[in-house]
């Protein structure tokens, strides 16, 4: 008999789903509440990327043979990394905005030589209108 890899697949998420918020709420975890409270519509790589770590952390507090559920600690390092990803993504928009003005400087200076060229074209076009060779 052949097991269609799909059908297994999608069985085995949805045992997840239906697993995951008892297994969250019995050991009280804040980060895996933080992960369900998570607007799915707002960011949803966010959201995956909030399981994917939480399962990850305890994924290594088992493999370190701990079958403590107290994930404070984790917890604590996945909040220094976000607050350390909000700090990346303000230096990101501060050096975006500093850009803008950079290319909006050298847009008006852009502008400005355009006039100048096309005023020097004018004039160019001028003299050569008044230096006609004689007949």
């Known amino acids: 008999m052949t097991v269609n890899l799909t059908n297994m ?3 085995i998420a949805l045992i997840g789903l239906l697993v995951g918020p008892t297994v969250g709420v ?3 975890s804040d ?3 933080a992960c369900q ?3 799915w519509k707002a960011d ?3 959201k995956k990327n909030c399981f994917r770590d939480l399962a990850l952390s305890y994924e290594v507090v088992m493999a370190n043979g701990s079958t403590d559920t107290d994930t404070s600690e984790l917890e604590d ?3 220094e990394l976000e607050g350390k990803l909000e700090e990346s993504e303000e230096g990101i928009a501060e050096i975006e905005e500093a850009h803008e003005a950079e290319i909006a400087e050298l847009e008006g200076k ?4 355009e006039a100048e060229i ?3 074209e004018d004039k160019l076009e001028g003299e050569m209108g008044n230096n006609t060779l004689p007949e």
């Open 118 to 120: 096309a005023e020097l």
């Open 37 to 39: 409270d998570m607007k």
């Open 31 to 33: 980060a895996y509440q």
């Open 9 to 11: 697949l999608s069985t």
């Open 77 to 79: 390092e996945i909040a």
């Open 44 to 46: 949803k790589q966010a």
């Open 26 to 28: 019995a050991d009280g």
């Open 110 to 113: 852009l502008e400005e030589s």
